[in-house]
């Protein structure tokens, strides 16, 4: 009996946990048990949502993605300018998420086939995409206008607004792709073994170069989502971001070591801290202790995950 | 004197020591041989101070002995090799060798530690220079560089845990001349090891371990291989060998000519058949892992050309996928860095060269995937509790077969082996021996490479001696026996080397 | 991780030798042009945060008076990327000091930080002029030091704001403020004069919260309060920036009776405002701040100044200034 008590724990750690901070702020915020805060945090997530989807696949395959943030306002900037110069919102949006493609493409290009390491490549389009969103905006923030807020107009029933429901099924499709397909496999096998994979005939370069183009694409989708939300576009959005993507990984149990890890858990892990944030900011305590607050729950996360694994032997 | 220990007992799940008893005489080398999972591995461990025994006592030369950990293991004078190899590759060989104890006493005393490295080189008869990075080594040095580092100490108790899995005869020999010297001046070693014939031909008494507990023990003159077999495996018809039967060769399927890459020292040419199995013997460094990497695809090629026949149609191979593509499988040599997906399933370490076949349209059809593997994991009699359990969890010799079946899986038609057999219990061996007759009997071509000459002698059909890099000879199988192929191995080496 | 290390040594190393050639190459152009107007003095402007319009203008302005009188001083402007990026601009005030400018014009980006590296520059027989953000006073008497600051009074036009946007709702309405960087003396400035017309006029202070002068972040915080106090009826955001962040908020959350206030007047409000989403903001000059301190510093130089504070305009904006 409570061995299966045990096993089933294990299986839903992440949701637990969850469910926990939930009901925290339940008992500790006026209001906070309302559709009014549950709609405020699915108006949230979806940037976050998509650039942790982008992430996890990365950290799976073995690599890191410190760009995701500043590719962000690259393509969030890409949007507010085209939208300024008279182009249609579509055409906008399809610019700033080929932007984050391309940013996407060149860390790949760089990091599998000059075989230079990720880390230090993305680390460089942090940097390099920080600025260009700061040069195209002539680093002033951009009013697009409530056009772009369609996408986060709640709809008629549910409340849920067309931005979220498009991250909700990009999240279903990456979790699908990633444990049913074939390049599934291939991301889980480069990121647990190159050697091995390359022995076992996979080309881990390129499945490399697809995932990180992949995140750029997503961190592209993320800057369209951003936008919408503030129906506007600011160079700074996003920074920090990659800090907060990777923790929601690894809440959701994501191996920084590559090989292991769950969309759906990771998913849970950025509801785990968008719900810390709203919770947080409607108690009213203090930036300082926000912070605090958060950084104790990532370490907890990972100190839960590390007792899981070892159960599971 | 030496070493007595009794009723040691360790648990972890499962036991794993019941109540052994095992004692050592100063100045005689013990040897200890089982199965894997037998508690060989575990014993070790705890005399060196790695693991904790959950009962019973362990007395050296007269004192109890306490190893809580692995530096009171080392003041009290014990020196374990294990297994798994504990280099660091960014020191050198000489610093490497003289990481349990520097000498110097503020500053590092280099001129020192490379004398005493190089004095033990050449007791090892180990031709490496003491400042080479121990990263650029292959993996037969790095085990030679691992022994070295073990016998620098001055031990009163030697462990040595499956120390030649990576030599070869010439190299074997050269460290059970080293360790007969160091017993006779009153250390106590005790020797573990799947080769069985070293055990018999080094050692003064043999323990013979099944389960945790010491089933047979008697002085190695009163002893043969088949008994020892017998002993550990609990039944003797693992003990057949078929050397008479006569493969009657197909077509050439693989042909290499004047193939070169950067990591070979000279062009090499050969042709395979289907239908027979082919050796690759050889002395440490003689080239024959570079040989199989180069015509795999895994280095690119410099000159030369690898081609697959199949009838009249000619592929030429120049990389890793068009040789997977065309049918090409590889056991690699070093099975835990390049072989298996740790963490991972059976099921995805089995399937994972070919998943066309379990999947419509890149969909995976994981019911399609299940029962494929259960297939395979019947056939080549895998232990393991299922198709989900993370493959590191099977014994060494279960996760080789996985990786055969890996490419069975594939349905390949040249398979390339590299030291299939490292580190596998004797059971295990023989079955992937009779895994591997059964394939050429059904038409493939099998090219394997080993250390161990027996194993060649009696699975291949052909054996191919590689020397400095040369291909020297190819011998059939009424002209090969040890003493043809040894002579081919060193006849590039000058007589002076093999004295 | 010792291959990490090794590949950031390896990385390390063309970046020092890139940074040493830029700044060598810095050092070589600035002696060409010391010897060419060997009497003219040279003016550093040392900016905060060029990710912010307001400062990316206020530099340009600079660059715009110096280009209109190349013949009255040298400009060597620098900005740092965002506000926490504290260590770069103590760096640059060194850099600037190594330079042997006469005077440097700096927008602090903390108000106690840079005093010691200003000190430094003082001691050095360089001029200092502080706009934008005020030094703390107490830190620069410990430093027995004085350094004049040009710059508005960030209380007294959160004070015009606040004071127009409550004057549109009843007395004892709930109010609920958005901080800057809480350790930023505009920040503390600011928000005491946002305090300071509440209880003048009567209103009800339910929270201030900070969102880092950040849209995101205010965004998200304001979600969070709307909930929280259903009853709010006044934003006061200590930058346009937040207060954009707080208009998005308020209207995903459907909400049409809430009134918010910026500070700083940039740009992207202007819709927002013409639609009577964002009521008012502060306009201070901030472009001219820069123009302002060097002619302060210029003064300095020549000798015929006292080291006292300086108070430039601020004007409240509303949408009816827009029209005009």
Avoid at chain 1, 37 to 65: E, H, K, R, W, Y
Avoid at chain 1, 93 to 118: D, H
Avoid at chain 2, 390 to 398: T, V
Avoid at chain 2, 428 to 445: F, P, V
């Amino acid at each position: 009996m409570s061995s299966m008590l045990l096993r089933w724990l294990n299986q839903y750690l992440v949701l637990i946990s969850l469910l926990l901070i939930l009901a925290t702020f339940a008992l500790a915020a006026e209001n906070f048990l309302s559709f009014a805060t549950f709609s405020a945090i699915l108006n949230q997530l979806p940037a976050l949502t998509l650039v942790t989807v982008g992430m996890t696949f990365v950290l799976i395959c073995g690599g890191i993605d410190l760009s995701v943030g500043s590719v962000l306002a690259l393509s969030s900037a890409v949007i507010g300018i085209s939208v300024a110069a008279g182009f249609s919102i579509p055409v906008a949006a399809l610019a700033g998420v080929t932007a984050g493609g391309l940013a996407g493409l060149v860390n790949g290009l760089l990091g599998s086939y000059l075989r230079l390491p990720v880390f230090i490549v993305t680390l460089g389009m942090l940097e390099a995409a920080r600025g260009a969103a700061y040069l195209i905006t002539d680093s002033q923030t951009v009013y697009i206008g409530s056009a772009i807020q369609g996408l986060v107009q709640p709809m008629s029933w549910l409340g849920l607004t067309p931005a979220f429901i498009s991250a909700l099924v990009i999240v279903v499709v990456a979790h699908f792709v990633l444990t049913s397909t074939v390049f599934g496999r291939h991301v889980i096998a480069v990121g647990t073994n190159p050697e091995a994979a390359r022995i076992s005939g996979i080309d881990p370069k390129r499945t490399l170069l697809v995932v990180l183009c992949l995140s750029g694409v997503l961190a592209g989708l993320a800057g369209l989502m951003n936008a919408a939300y503030l129906g506007s576009t600011d160079p700074n959005a996003g920074s920090g971001l990659e800090l907060a993507a990777i923790a929601a990984a690894v809440i959701g149990g994501t191996s920084l070591m590559g090989g292991r890890g769950s969309i759906f858990s990771a998913f849970i892990g950025v509801l785990i801290i968008a719900v810390l944030q709203n919770g947080l900011a409607q108690i009213g305590v203090s930036e300082p202790f926000k912070r605090v607050v958060t950084g104790v729950v990532i370490v907890l996360a990972v100190v839960l995950d590390r007792w899981r694994a070892d159960r599971s032997f | 004197m030496g070493l007595q220990i009794s009723n040691l007992c360790k648990d972890y799940a499962t036991p794993v020591l019941r109540n052994l008893d095992l004692q050592v005489t100063a100045g005689e080398i013990h040897g200890v041989v089982g199965e894997n999972g037998a508690g060989k591995s575990t014993l070790l461990k705890i005399l060196s101070g790695l693991t904790l025994p959950g009962a019973g006592t362990v007395v050296l030369d007269g004192e109890p002995l306490l190893t809580k950990n692995p530096q009171a293991a080392h003041r009290a004078g014990i020196s374990l090799c294990s297994q798994e190899l504990s280099l660091i590759d960014n020191l050198n060989v000489a610093e490497n060798i003289g990481l349990r104890a520097l000498p110097g006493r503020l500053g590092l005393d280099k001129a020192l530690l490379a004398t005493r490295c190089r004095s033990l080189l050449s007791e090892l008869q180990l031709d490496l220079l003491p400042g080479t990075m121990v990263g650029s080594l292959n993996l037969a040095e790095r085990q030679m560089v691992e022994l070295a580092k073990t016998l620098n100490v001055q031990a009163r108790l030697l462990l040595l845990d499956e120390p030649t899995s990576a030599l070869n005869d010439q190299q074997a020999q050269a460290l059970h001349r080293v360790l007969r010297e160091r017993a006779k001046s009153g250390a106590s070693v005790l020797y573990v090891s799947h080769r069985l014939n070293d055990v018999l031909n080094l050692c003064d008494y043999v323990w013979v371990l099944r389960d945790g507990e010491v089933v047979h023990h008697a002085p190695s003159g009163q002893l043969t291989t088949a008994e020892l077999i017998r002993h550990m495996s609990g039944a003797d018809a693992l003990t057949q060998r078929r050397k008479d039967e006569s493969g009657r060769p197909g077509p050439i399927h693989l042909s290499v000519r004047n193939l070169l890459t950067e990591k070979m020292q000279q062009p090499v040419s050969l042709d395979c058949h289907r239908g027979e199995i082919f050796g690759l013997a050889g002395l440490m460094g003689a080239g024959r892992t570079e040989l199989l990497d180069a015509i795999y695809g895994l280095v690119p090629h410099s000159s030369g050309s690898v081609v697959l026949c199949r009838g009249e149609e000619r592929i030429a191979l120049s990389s890793v996928n068009a040789a997977i593509r065309s049918g090409v499988g590889m056991v690699p040599e070093n099975r835990a860095s390049h072989g298996i997906f740790a963490g991972l399933a059976v099921a995805f370490n089995t399937t994972i060269a070919e998943l066309g076949r379990i999947a419509t349209r890149h969909l995976l059809k994981p019911r399609r995937e299940k029962a494929a593997v259960e297939k395979l994991i019947q056939r080549l009699n895998i232990k393991s509790e299922g198709v989900d359990q993370p493959i590191e969890a099977l014994s060494g010799g279960n996760q080789q077969k996985v990786i055969l079946a890996r490419w069975l899986h594939r349905e390949c038609s040249l398979l390339l082996l590299d030291e299939p057999t490292r580190g596998v219990d004797v059971a295990a061996k023989l079955a992937i021996h009779d895994l591997l007759r059964e394939l050429r009997d059904q038409g493939l071509c099998v090219v394997i490479a080993s250390s161990e000459l027996q194993e060649l002698l009696t699975l291949c059909d052909r054996i191919a001696v590689m020397s400095s890099g040369q291909l020297v000879r190819t011998f059939d199988r009424d002209e090969f026996n040890q003493d043809t192929i040894l002579a081919a191995a060193f006849s590039t080496h000058n007589s002076a080397q093999v004295a | 991780m010792i291959i990490v290390t090794k590949s950031l040594k390896d990385l390390a190393r063309p970046l020092i030798l890139v940074s040493a050639l830029l700044l060598l190459g810095g050092c070589a152009d600035t002696s060409n042009e010391q010897n060419q107007r060997a009497t003219s003095p040279k003016i550093a402007l040392i900016m905060k945060s060029m990710a912010n319009e307001f400062f990316v203008n206020m530099q340009r302005s600079a660059e715009a008076h110096q280009a209109a009188q190349p013949e009255l001083y040298t400009l060597v402007a620098n900005g740092i990327k965002n506000e926490s990026d504290l260590a770069q601009q103590v760096a640059l005030v060194d850099q600037m000091i190594a330079l042997g400018v006469d005077a440097i014009v700096i927008a602090p980006a903390d108000s106690r930080a840079l005093v010691p590296a200003l000190v430094r520059a003082l001691q050095a027989g360089i001029q200092v002029v502080n706009i934008d953000n005020r030094l703390a006073t107490e830190v620069l008497a410990e430093y027995d030091v004085q350094i004049p600051y040009i710059g508005p009074s960030n209380r007294e036009g959160a004070r015009l704001v606040a004071e127009y946007v409550l004057a549109k709702h009843e007395p004892a309405s709930e109010v609920f403020i958005l901080e800057g960087i809480p350790t930023a003396a505009n920040a503390k400035q600011r928000k005491a004069g946002f305090e300071e017309a509440i209880a003048t006029a009567g209103m009800t202070l339910v929270d201030s919260q900070s969102a880092a002068w950040d849209q995101t972040q205010a965004a998200q915080v304001t979600a969070a309060v709307l909930n929280r106090y259903p009853n709010l009826r006044i934003i006061l955001a200590a930058n346009d920036n937040m207060a954009l962040g707080a208009a998005s908020a308020v209207n995903l959350a459907d909400r049409t009776d809430l009134s918010i206030a910026g500070f700083d007047n940039i740009s992207a409000v202007h819709p927002l405002m013409r639609e009577g989403r964002i009521d008012a903001t502060v306009e201070q000059y901030g472009s001219q701040f820069a123009i302002f301190g060097i002619e302060f510093a210029l003064e300095m130089i020549a000798g015929n100044v006292q080291m006292t504070d300086r108070t430039t305009a601020v004007k409240l904006v509303t949408p009816a200034d827009l029209d005009q």
